[in-house]
């Protein structure tokens, strides 16, 4: 239900202000008028109940609340009597709407910014208002929260004194295993977002780019179907046809071996010459990469060339 404005005197200046309210297990608790500004206001990427007091407040005292769609801000609005004004604001309108948000900051309105689910700005809209409030002079504010990015890397059982986060992998295949050969590079567990329709195809390319390294695919954080399998890459990928695949994936995948690094195509070639002359191309490959840090795709493909070339040399010498 919608929650009545009620009179409250602010601790903050002794002046007398028009507060709103919220909800809390059933208790009406006044939130004094927010401060003017924009405000970042994570909210819960799953269980509503992760909300923080302190967004609350803000969200209840904020004079409009921007978010990706109403329909799902919504739920959290109604689930704790919030009345503020919500709008849209997402990649497709930003552009125009984005000059009148700046508009009412000049005037002195307390604005929140959501996304729908998590820490606004992360793989969402919002960077260039941001950055336009800063630019104008703006109060900008984070209220820290829920993450589903920390979250994942919380249960993955990895490393995670350094890691790097990649967002969304390109929905092309091509485009897809270019990328993820440009990542295995980096020396840092890797931190991906994946929609459920493609998560089994991402699974398979990074298990082939990927080799030996330990992942996890966490599915449905905070919510009543959560699930993390931990495990191989490449376990986890030949397991992937028997994965549900219904909600949101973020996935995690540890650094390469430590002393792996990357080699050079020049070392990765004397290593493959080497391998090639005492084992199968399927061997000296699987050796290769762990070797040389680059993906497999990339080790197999250098392989056949040069077995090919070696091949084309010694009929060469025979006439």
């Not at 809209?125 to 336009?132: A, D, I």
């Not at 091509?174 to 980096?186: K, N, Y």
């Amino acid at each position: 239900m919608g929650a009545k404005a009620i009179p409250k005197t602010s601790p903050d200046d002794g002046k007398s202000s028009t507060t709103s309210t919220y909800l809390v297990a059933g208790q009406i608790v006044a939130a004094p008028k927010a401060r003017p500004g924009l405000h970042l206001v994570a909210t819960p990427i799953g269980n509503l109940g992760d909300i923080t007091l302190r967004a609350l407040e803000t969200l209840a005292g904020a004079d409009l609340i921007l978010c990706e769609d109403t329909r799902i801000t919504r739920r959290l609005t109604e689930r704790y009597g919030l009345s503020a004004e919500l709008a849209a604001y997402h990649e497709h309108n930003a552009e125009a709407v984005r000059p009148r948000i700046l508009q009412r900051l000049a005037e002195g309105a307390a604005i929140a910014l959501v996304s729908d689910a998590g820490t606004p700005l992360i793989s969402d809209p919002g960077y260039k208002l941001v950055r336009e409030a800063c630019e104008a002079g703006h109060a900008v504010t984070a209220l820290p929260g829920p993450s589903a990015v920390l979250a994942a890397l919380s249960v993955a059982a990895l490393p995670t004194d350094r890691f790097f986060f990649e967002g969304f992998l390109p929905a092309r295949q091509q485009a897809r295993r270019t990328r993820l050969s440009e990542l295995a590079r980096i020396d840092a567990t890797l931190v991906l977002f994946e929609a459920g329709s493609r998560v089994q195809e991402t699974l398979a390319d990074l298990a082939d780019a990927m080799a030996g390294r330990q992942a996890a695919i966490c599915r449905e954080l905070t919510k009543l179907h959560e699930e993390v399998l931990r495990g191989a890459i490449g376990d986890l990928a030949a397991e992937a046809g028997d994965l549900e695949t219904r909600g949101e994936f973020v996935l995690v995948i540890g650094p390469p071996p430590r002393g792996a690094g990357v080699l050079t195509p020049d070392a990765l070639d004397a290593v493959l010459k080497d391998l090639l002359q005492r084992s199968s191309v399927k061997d000296a490959v699987m050796h290769a990469v762990e070797l040389s840090g680059r993906p497999r795709r990339e080790v197999y493909a250098r392989a056949l060339e040069l077995v090919k070339d070696a091949r084309s040399g010694s009929a060469d010498g025979e006439d």
